[in-house]
């Protein structure tokens, strides 16, 4: 062997390392897969459009910090809604009463992070919102409340009055107007969010909403300004408050395969 061969072969050998680097970075990269229950909650509510999923998450390779859970939602007409995660439920465990048997016991958790590890699968009942219709929503509220303030500081508040306000009127109009639920098919793609690099499997799913279970959700905008009543209004002596029952639908949420 030459001088010449002998360099190249240095040459192409000092390459190994960083080579056997990248390989072994991409074969132990974590992998999520996504396992999620037959049935999404879909709603409608003065929080604007829910949709709540049981999600468990098992990972290969090596733990994983998430730091963030979205889901884009897109109807049959192309139109996109983005969810994210607002709130988080966790299984602990179940107890027994005589009388009714086992009860789960579940814990409420503030969505800021989730390990999920190698040992154990991260169930978890994840409550999904309309991130930009709450902005949108909040700046409206604070408008409201601010004029609330001034007329309690001046002692001429007037809750039935405050109620037809145009700045509560502007309020229902802007709920009602943001209902955004249609028959037809969707598609939902779980979107995870993390520090270090992974790839997630099982992530698509499909579902259907029928005319009636939009007529549902739909009736659901009936109930805003007796919402608002409850929140601004005290009950009177004897009276409780008129009870709010939001609607809800389930369908079924296949997997996408292939």
């Not at 003065?46 to 859970?69: E, F, Q």
């Not at 709130?87 to 009463?97: E, F, K, P, S």
Request: hydrophobic share 40%.
């Amino acid at each position: 062997m030459s001088f010449t061969d002998l360099a190249a072969v240095v040459g192409a050998l000092a390459w190994l390392p960083p080579i056997f680097v990248v390989l072994q970075s991409w074969f132990t990269k974590p992998k999520i897969r996504v396992i999620t229950q037959p049935s999404p909650e879909i709603g409608f509510t003065t929080l604007g459009a829910i949709l709540n999923l049981r999600v468990a998450l098992t990972v290969t390779h090596k733990d994983i910090v998430i730091t963030g859970i979205r889901l884009k939602v897109t109807h049959e007409s192309g139109e996109q809604t983005f969810f994210s995660w607002r709130g988080i439920v966790q299984r602990m465990g179940t107890m027994n009463y005589p009388q009714v048997g086992a009860v789960p016991f579940e814990k409420e958790l503030n969505v800021l992070a989730m390990k999920v590890s190698l040992k154990d699968v991260e169930e978890r009942f994840i409550r999904f919102q309309n991130v930009d219709f709450l902005q949108h929503k909040s700046e409206i509220e604070a408008a409201t409340l601010k004029t609330m303030a001034h007329l309690r500081q001046t002692d001429s508040f007037d809750g039935q009055a405050f109620l037809k306000s145009q700045g509560m009127a502007d309020l229902y109009s802007f709920i009602r107007q943001s209902f955004s639920w249609k028959p037809g098919g969707y598609r939902l793609q779980v979107l995870i969010e993390s520090p270090d690099a992974f790839t997630v499997l099982d992530d698509e799913y499909t579902f259907n909403l029928s005319p009636l279970q939009v007529q549902n959700l739909s009736n659901n905008l009936q109930q805003i300004e007796q919402y608002y009543a409850n929140e601004v209004l005290p009950p009177k002596d004897g009276e409780q408050l008129e009870q709010i029952v939001w609607r809800w639908v389930y369908p079924e949420m296949p997997k996408v395969t292939g």
